[in-house]
């Protein structure tokens, strides 16, 4: 079955401490993107990459990294995370211009 | 800046009624625009792109317009179902970026 898969879906973590949510998928897709979906603020581009080893900032990289070293896996790493961070993460996927979503991934800060 | 706006109240139609949801944008000039569906907890749903040259397009009960001149796009489903029951995200794209929007929640009632 074609589709974008997120690790964790649910996180609880505290301030400062390091994590990491994979994202992956299975359809071949060049392009991969993270978006983070706040209340009343919509779904907001993190960072997106058009192809292996290429990535670019997205409207709210701040506080963010991206990797992109094989085409399936584009993981989300939040180096010191802070509470401004709790949010909804999707990650999605494309060949073309429409994108795949995954599942969703909530992260809480404390 | 960029300016995505939908309306942000719920819009509640009876089943067999046309549903017309507007984006508006400002400060922007996609190539192309795209509308999905979005249930509680889960990702978004690609459902039509129309570029910047089209008019108009249709799948099935749906049809959008895309109006570059008032800069606004309107989402129509026809003969609506209480399935049609979500919220609705317009989203415009530039090269790798795509913009979202609020989204509008649609309520299909007997």
């Known amino acids: 079955e074609a589709q974008v898969t997120q690790n964790p879906r649910y996180l609880i973590t505290v301030t400062g401490k390091k994590l990491t949510v994979t994202c992956s998928q299975n359809m071949n897709h060049e392009y991969m993107s993270w978006y983070r979906q706040d209340p009343g603020l919509g779904l907001r581009q993190i960072y997106y990459?058009?192809?292996?080893?290429?990535?670019d900032k997205g409207d709210v990289p701040e506080g963010y990294k991206v990797s992109r070293k094989e085409k399936r896996n584009f993981p989300l790493i939040l180096e010191s995370p802070s509470p401004n961070q709790t949010s909804l993460y999707f990650c999605a996927s494309s060949a073309g211009l429409a994108l795949f979503f995954g599942p969703g991934t909530r992260l809480t800060v404390l | 800046s960029q300016k995505i706006e939908q309306n942000s109240e719920a819009l509640n139609i009876q089943e067999g009624k046309t549903a017309t949801l507007t984006c508006n944008y400002t400060n922007y000039s996609p190539a192309y625009l795209q509308w999905y569906r979005q249930d509680p907890g889960r990702g978004p749903v690609f459902l039509l792109l129309i570029r910047e040259n089209e008019k108009e397009k249709r799948k099935e009960r749906l049809k959008v317009t895309f109006d570059t001149t008032l800069k606004q796009s309107l989402f129509h489903i026809t003969a609506s179902q209480s399935a049609d029951s979500a919220t609705y995200l317009c989203?415009?794209?530039?090269?790798?970026?795509?913009?979202f929007g609020t989204g509008t929640r649609l309520q299909v009632f007997p």
């Open positions: 990459s058009m192809n292996v080893e290429v990535t």
């Open positions: 989203a415009l794209g530039s090269g790798g970026k795509l913009i």
